[in-house]
């Protein structure tokens, strides 16, 4: 099996990329992927787009094709109140199995007061946050999440791109030093992932695409640096289906 935590839907205004539901279903097929966690592509910043692209994202989790579960994505600039209502209906009444927070694209760092915020709502909804890093320095630079990291050492943090090429050291080292932090290392070139397997163990790694072309090439590289079935499964699939408690 092969669950893919990190893809997108919707249009983006921020990366100007787009994705429809039949792109994103007919590249988990090509790629023999069994499904995946879908976030929206960074929509417009009106609660009423958050709330359009989550409830699209909700219709295409009940899919007979594949196994889609759904992320929030929600600007953490939105005053509390607004964005605890959409935040507590995409994982109480959706099912959504965790938050997102883009630093360059919510204009967000991770420590920030309004991400403190995101972090407790996580707490609460004991649900994972997952975090971008490397592109976007220095909010995205993975060292910005360590004084979260050590105020909220009970919620799951997911680094996605762990640090990408420039900045996986510093994800690496976040992974050593806090037990609740994962490594989505999608866009990491394969010696970056080499020296992640070998510090951090495969227990603690997440295979992502980010993009429906670039779902086969973060295959390839698992596949070619993981030779132990169980150490690659755990890459696959079963990392994902323990922290985000995943139903399959
Ligand atoms: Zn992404």
Known sequence: MIIDVHSHLGEDCVFDEELD???????????????GIVQPYLPRIY?????????RIYELTKTKEKKIW????????FRP??????????????????IKITPIGHATHPSS???FHVWEVCRELKVPI??????????????SVEKALEAFPDVTCVLAHAGSEMHNQQATYLARKFEN??????????????NMIKQVGCTKILYSSDNVHNMPVELAKYRELI????????????NAVRIYNLKI
Do not use: Q
Request: aromatic residues 8%; negative net charge.
């Open 130 to 143: 997952m975090i971008h890093t490397g592109a976007g320095i220095p909010f995205s630079d993975p060292i």
């Open 227 to 238: 030779k132990n079935k169980d150490d690659l499964d755990n890459v696959l699939y079963k």
């Open 181 to 194: 932090v994962f490594l989505e290392p999608s866009w990491v070139g394969v010696i970056g992932v080499s």
């Open 47 to 55: 609660m009423e787009d958050h709330v359009a692209i989550h409830n």
């Open 70 to 77: 759904g992320m929030a994505s929600i600007n953490p600039h």
């Open 21 to 35: 539901e039949r792109g994103l279903l007919d590249a988990y097929e090509r790629n023999g992927v069994d499904g």
């Open 81 to 98: 109140d607004d964005y605890d209502k959409e935040a507590y209906r995409c994982i109480k009444e959706l099912g959504f199995v965790g």
């Open 113 to 115: 007061k309004d991400a």
